[in-house]
């Protein structure tokens, strides 16, 4: 089954790191670039870290802060989250895309983070 599952979400308080992860199975996840989003309700959904081979793209407003990370040899990637502000309350979605893969984009469900005392 082709699906990606995120898990690491919850509650977290104001300046925590919390580690998020994403598997992908169904999938030929090497050929894959990797992606972090994030939507608070109401507004869009916002890319704010990607990966794709040995490279990683951030936006400025998590770059410094956030880790994006993978591992091709289980199908999963990461997401660490340091000093976490209570802006950070989220949906987090894990996304994936292969250039190679004609009509390949995917989604996770997303998981929930909580930034509260």
């Known amino acids: 089954q082709v699906q990606l599952v995120e898990s690491g979400g919850g509650l977290v308080e104001p300046g925590g790191s919390p580690r998020l992860s994403c598997i992908a199975s169904g999938i030929i996840f090497r050929i894959y670039t990797m992606a972090w989003y994030r939507q608070v309700a109401g507004k869009q959904r916002e890319l704010f870290a990607t990966?794709?081979?040995?490279?990683?793209q951030y936006t400025d407003s998590v770059k410094g802060r956030f880790t994006i990370s993978r591992d091709n040899a289980t199908n999963m990637v990461y997401l660490q989250m340091n000093d976490l502000k209570p802006e950070g309350t989220d949906v987090y979605y894990c996304?994936?895309?292969?250039?190679?893969?004609?009509?390949?984009?995917?989604w996770g469900r997303g998981t929930q983070v909580t930034v509260s005392s």
């Open positions: 996304h994936a895309v292969s250039p190679y893969v004609a009509g390949s984009a995917l």
């Open positions: 990966i794709d081979g040995g490279s990683t």
